[in-house]
């Protein structure tokens, strides 16, 4: 069992706020890395945040200080608190995982490191 069902995105004003869940299966969820990616039409998939099994976890600059990565063990669930959006968030956000463990930078920085991915959810931020 290897799934992972984004959930939570939708349009917002800038400023706003939006929380987006990520179901996963046990087995995903038991990767070592878990995290949330965008993408926006003709731009590369981007890494947005990160989290390791121990709880340490990692930020894009652009998200530093308005974006928050949690996890709750016992739903199986990850989950982005994204606060003071800007038109700039606009994009497709998918959760992924990687089994392996590697250096939590690495990993943000590199969407080719992630083994699994969601189907995607939207988030669009007006002006």
């Known amino acids: 069992q290897v799934q992972l069902v984004e959930s939570g995105g939708g349009s917002v004003q800038a400023g706003g706020s939006l929380r987006l869940s990520c179901a996963a299966s046990?087995?995903?969820?038991?990767?070592?890395?878990m995290g949330w990616f965008r993408q926006a039409p003709g731009k590369e998939r981007e890494g947005v945040a990160v989290?390791?099994?121990?709880?340490?976890?990692s930020y894009a600059d652009s998200v530093k200080g308005r974006f928050t990565i949690s996890k709750d063990n016992a739903k199986n669930t990850l989950y982005l608190q994204m606060s003071s959006l800007k038109p700039e968030d606009t994009a497709m956000y998918y959760c992924?995982?990687?089994?392996?463990?590697?250096?939590?930078?690495?990993?943000?920085?590199?969407?080719?490191?992630?083994?699994?991915w969601g189907q995607g959810t939207q988030v669009t931020v007006s002006s």
């Open positions: 992924a995982a990687r089994r392996g463990a590697y250096t939590l930078d690495r990993v943000l920085k590199n969407p080719r490191y992630l083994d699994f």
């Open positions: 046990e087995y995903t969820y038991s990767s070592y890395y």
């Open positions: 989290i390791a099994r121990d709880g340490s976890s």
